[in-house]
Nanobody
Framework: QVQLVESGGGSVQPGGSLRLSCAAS????????MNWFRQAPGKERMPVAT????????NYADSVKGRFAISRDNAKNTMYLQMNSLKSEDTAVYFC???????WGQGTQVTVSS
């Protein structure tokens, strides 16, 4: 069964950091590009970051460039999102996504508030 499971969300003060993880199973993770998306309350789900299958190329939404870093460990079938200098506007549910397979995780909540 193809599955993506996010973890690592939580509540943090502005300026803080969190690292999200996305554990993949049921498919050959190492050959697929992967994405992180987020959905804020009352807003559309938006792309945050993309990483190629090898991990050698990444892209970011302008709103997170310089603060977030996407990475992956293909030996562990896991993708990560390191989030630094968090802002209140980063508050959202974060989802991992395998675009070629059309698979989404269940999401993990990130709340940035003082």
């Amino acid at each position: 069964q193809v599955q993506l499971v996010e973890s690592g969300g939580g509540s943090v003060q502005p300026g803080g950091s969190l690292r999200l993880s996305c554990a993949a199973s049921g498919f050959p993770f190492s050959i697929y590009h992967m994405n992180w998306f987020r959905q804020a309350p009352g807003k559309e789900r938006m792309p945050v970051a993309t990483i190629t299958a090898t991990g050698l190329s990444t892209n970011y939404a302008d709103s997170v460039k310089g603060r977030f870093a996407i990475s992956r460990d293909n030996a562990k079938n896991t993708m990560y999102l390191q989030m630094n200098s968090l802002k209140s506007e980063d508050t959202a549910v974060y989802f991992c996504h395998a675009p070629t397979l059309g698979v989404w995780g269940q999401g993990t909540q990130v709340t940035v508030s003082s």
